[in-house]
């Protein structure tokens, strides 16, 4: 099955700075989903992106299928950004289930 | 904006009892799915569910997990005789084309 890994697994910011989130997945998808674990434990899906690329407000992602990869950039980070940031990927020989990476735990400093 | 609702939020039972989660998945959504997230671990695939039976399971969804879609909106689903391993996040999705799933909040289980 697909692999889906995600780096750093780490990272803590200092409040302002930018950062960019890696995933690679191991095979094509035609689903690729960000999201944002809150500290309650809630899925706040950030964006569907299979392919290109999608902004919204200080957050931004960029997959490129071909090379397999996507990135989740978030700018002038805040503390509200903190949390666990996932990215799970599906295709249609997977019945279209998502795969998870493990995840991204971010902490933004004030 | 249309939500994927879930309830209770957080569920305490006695190991061996038997619980049942909610969801509400959007209304005009087809292909409906449980995950669950062991605390501090990554999300896990449980089943999806399409036409009225079951498309996948997953290694996880064995004889103890049943699911079930009773009316036109709601999706549940039944632990029986709960374990303590079943203490985790249970998160249900709902997707129009099986492709961008929606997630609802999440049902916290504790299992004692």
């Known amino acids: 099955g697909i692999q889906v890994e995600q780096s750093p697994p780490d990272l803590i910011l200092q409040e302002g700075a930018n950062s960019t989130l890696r995933c690679n997945f191991s095979?094509?998808?035609?689903?690729l989903q960000w999201f944002h674990q809150n500290p309650w434990g809630q899925l706040i899906n950030l964006f569907y992106i299979p392919s290109g690329t999608k902004q919204n407000g200080r957050l931004s992602a960029t997959t490129v299928a071909t090379e397999r990869y996507s990135l989740l950039y978030i700018s002038s980070s805040q503390t509200t950004d903190s949390g666990v940031y996932f990215c799970a990927v599906g295709n249609a020989g997977n019945n279209r289930k998502l795969i998870w990476g493990l995840g991204t735990s971010l902490a933004v400093n004030p | 904006e249309p939500e994927v609702t879930q309830t209770p939020s957080h569920q305490v039972t006695q190991m061996g009892q038997e619980v049942i989660l909610r969801c509400v998945p959007i209304?005009?959504?087809?292909?409906f799915y449980w995950y669950r997230q062991i605390l501090g671990q990554k999300v896990e695939f449980l089943v999806s569910?399409?036409?009225?039976?079951?498309?996948?399971k997953s290694e996880i969804f064995d004889d103890q997990f049943s699911v079930e879609r009773p009316d036109g909106s709601n999706f549940t689903l039944k632990i029986r005789s709960t374990k303590l391993e079943d203490s985790a996040m249970y998160f249900c999705?709902?997707?129009?084309?099986?492709?961008?799933?929606?997630f609802g909040p999440g049902t916290r289980l504790t299992v004692t």
């Open positions: 095979d094509s998808v035609n689903n």
């Open positions: 209304s005009n959504h087809l292909y």
């Open positions: 999705a709902s997707s129009e084309q099986a492709v961008e799933q929606y």
């Open positions: 569910f399409y036409n009225n039976e079951i498309s996948e």
